[in-house]
């Protein structure tokens, strides 16, 4: 009589990594339902799914530390972009979270809607993170409070400090978040109105997140000229608020600042060194991407987007702004002046999406306007902020901070797939392939770092920084998060100038034991490529 198999998954024969960054060991991984349930050279039993992992890595999920798929979750739940790669954890929260929301708040939500369009049946984060789940998604979901959703929810888009009261109502929300399960507070203090708010705001939210066990993680408020100062800012918050705290994509933006980077290091290892635990993440690029209006100072963008839109449509205020953006400031996301380096990669007005893929300088010559004007006319035209690529880094820089032990990893993006609404818009190549690029050029290729090395920050670390219970190693008892990869072939397709493309060299991935393999597709109009399909009982 034949028994019933004892797991449901057994990984054979392949090199083990269980996060902890130690040498591989060639054996067996078994899972059963959601959890790892045995692991060792060799684990005796049947089990309805044996995966041949010979020659091939086994290793935990990985954890994207900065995520925006929570709107193309919305669209695709697969995580195709992402679960490609072996990511099984996106965490979101920089500065704006799904929740909490007011009425205005959902109403300028659903006015600000691009090609993703959808309903907003939520108010709290735990509802916005259980409508993503509730949608079907094929991946792990948590996320940090936005400090500029909290702000916004009681002072809106004003440049003030929140009244007493206010503060409170602020705290409020915070704590009722964390008892939710959120990971702690998260800012973006170069965009407004996050950039209004003062760091006695930010550490009265802190201490909110630490006494609840979670931390602070931000987008700091300058990243060019003023880097060291805001690591300072972090560092102080971290220190007077008790919660631990995480620069998020760390980087030295602009030529006159890479020689920076160096200063930074030091400040957070002196902080490391006096006992707190400062940490930084990062994507595997030298260019960043975010919206033009990164480029302007708060002031023009005070009241919120219709009001920042109104004011670049006056001359006085087009006068003031022109000097402003023709010379790099302290509130400058990139050294403004190399046009040639910004390009526009994302519109909502279907007249201007020809436009996508060129250079800043390119559509300036184009039109026949100053770089300046050309901006401004943009923003009012498409009625956004006009995602852009910013390539204000340096390769060294890149490669430094991958071989730091603190750093962990993101992509900053959301989970797309070259097909469908995508495709409407351009994007960064990181959506498809930060960390395959890890793995690939900074392991393989340059021996920045270790495979195991890698593994763990990928995994391990970002698990313990967090705070997260039975993720980010592959021991028995923990989440059946698990990547079986190629390390020989792994890597990243994706271009600035054809960045839809998958990443290559991930055989299986499972979330919570729920198995995704790869099975090659044509597709009509596109290079052949991989789908993650359901595997078959």
């Known amino acids: 009589m034949s028994q019933d198999p004892r797991y449901d998954v057994a990984i054979r024969g392949g090199a083990v990594y269980d996060g902890g960054g130690g040498e591989p060991l060639v054996g067996d991984v078994a899972l059963h339902g959601d959890s790892v349930a045995a692991v060792g050279p060799r684990v005796e039993g049947s089990a309805r799914i044996e995966v041949d992992a010979r020659g091939l890595a086994v290793a935990p999920g990985f954890i994207n530390m900065l995520s925006w798929a929570n709107e193309s979750l919305i669209a695709d739940g697969r995580s195709q972009s992402d679960i490609r790669q072996g990511v099984t954890l996106e965490i979101f929260g920089e500065g704006s979270s799904l929740g909490p929301l007011n009425a205005e708040m959902k109403r300028l939500r659903r006015e600000r809607q691009d090609d993703i369009q959808y309903d907003i049946d939520w108010t709290t984060l735990d509802e916005g993170l259980e409508s993503l789940v509730r949608r079907g998604i094929a991946c792990n979901v948590a996320s940090f409070v936005g400090a500029t959703s909290l702000r916004v929810h009681e002072i809106g888009f004003a440049d003030r400090p929140p009244t007493p009261g206010e503060l409170d109502r602020m705290r409020g929300l915070m704590?009722?978040?964390?008892?939710?399960?959120?990971?702690?507070?998260?800012?973006?203090?170069?965009?407004?109105?996050?950039?209004?708010?003062?760091?006695?705001?930010?550490?009265?939210?802190?201490?909110?997140?630490?006494?609840?066990?979670?931390?602070?993680?931000?987008?700091?408020?300058?990243?060019?000229?003023?880097?060291?100062?805001?690591?300072?800012?972090?560092?102080?918050?971290?220190?007077?608020?008790?919660?631990?705290?995480?620069?998020?994509?760390?980087?030295?933006?602009?030529?006159?600042?890479?020689?920076k980077l160096d200063a930074a290091i030091e400040r957070i290892e002196l902080a490391r060194a006096r006992g707190l635990r400062t940490t930084a993440d990062m994507y595997t690029?030298?260019?960043?991407?975010?919206?033009?209006?990164?480029?302007?100072?708060?002031?023009?963008?005070?009241?919120?987007?219709?009001?920042?839109?109104?004011?670049?449509?006056?001359?006085?205020?087009?006068?003031?702004?022109?000097?402003?953006?023709?010379?790099?400031?302290?509130?400058?996301?990139?050294?403004?002046?190399?046009?040639?380096?910004?390009?526009?990669?994302?519109?909502?007005?279907?007249?201007?999406?020809?436009?996508?893929?060129?250079?800043?300088?390119?559509?300036?010559?184009?039109?026949?306007?100053?770089?300046?004007?050309?901006?401004?006319?943009?923003?009012?035209?498409?009625?956004?902020?006009?995602?852009?690529?910013?390539?204000?880094?340096?390769?060294?820089?890149?490669?430094?901070?991958?071989?730091?032990?603190?750093?962990?990893?993101?992509?900053?993006?959301?989970?797309?797939?070259?097909?469908?609404?995508?495709?409407?818009?351009?994007?960064?190549?990181?959506?498809?392939?930060?960390?395959?690029?890890?793995?690939?050029?900074?392991?393989?290729?340059?021996?920045?770092?270790?495979?195991?090395?890698?593994?763990?920050?990928?995994?391990?670390?970002?698990?313990?920084?967090?705070?997260?219970?039975?993720?980010?190693?592959l021991s028995p008892g923990n989440y059946a998060d698990v990547v079986v990869f190629d390390p020989e072939t792994i890597r990243d397709n994706a271009t600035f100038d054809l960045p839809h493309q998958y990443a290559t060299g991930m055989r299986h991935v499972f979330v919570n034991g729920a198995c995704w393999r790869m099975a090659s597709t044509p597709t009509p109009g596109l290079a052949e490529w991989s789908v993650a399909v359901p595997a078959e009982d």
């Not at 972090?234 to 008790?242: A, D, F, Y």
């Open 175 to 259: 704590r009722e978040a964390m008892q939710d399960g959120a990971l702690g507070v998260g800012s973006s203090l170069i965009y407004a109105p996050a950039c209004f708010a003062g760091t006695d705001e930010l550490v009265a939210l802190a201490e909110i997140a630490g006494e609840c066990g979670g931390m602070y993680i931000s987008h700091i408020r300058n990243e060019g000229q003023r880097l060291i100062e805001a690591i300072d800012e972090l560092v102080e918050i971290e220190e007077r608020s008790g919660a631990p705290a995480e620069i998020w994509h760390i980087k030295a933006s602009g030529p006159s600042n890479w020689q």
């Open 285 to 473: 690029y030298h260019a960043s991407s975010t919206g033009l209006d990164a480029t302007m100072p708060g002031w023009v963008q005070e009241g919120g987007h219709s009001a920042w839109v109104e004011r670049l449509k006056d001359p006085t205020v087009r006068s003031r702004l022109r000097g402003e953006l023709s010379t790099a400031g302290d509130h400058a996301e990139n050294e403004f002046l190399s046009a040639e380096k910004i390009l526009l990669v994302g519109f909502r007005n279907d007249a201007l999406k020809p436009l996508t893929g060129k250079s800043l300088a390119e559509v300036a010559s184009m039109r026949g306007t100053s770089v300046e004007d050309t901006i401004m006319d943009l923003v009012v035209e498409d009625d956004s902020r006009v995602q852009s690529v910013f390539f204000t880094m340096s390769e060294e820089n890149v490669r430094k901070a991958v071989g730091l032990p603190w750093v962990s990893f993101c992509s900053d993006s959301g989970s797309l797939a070259p097909e469908g609404v995508f495709l409407r818009s351009g994007t960064h190549p990181r959506a498809y392939g930060s960390f395959a690029r890890l793995l690939g050029k900074y392991v393989r290729e340059e021996r920045v770092v270790s495979l195991s090395e890698a593994i763990r920050r990928l995994s391990a670390f970002p698990a313990e920084t967090l705070g997260l219970e039975r993720r980010g190693r």
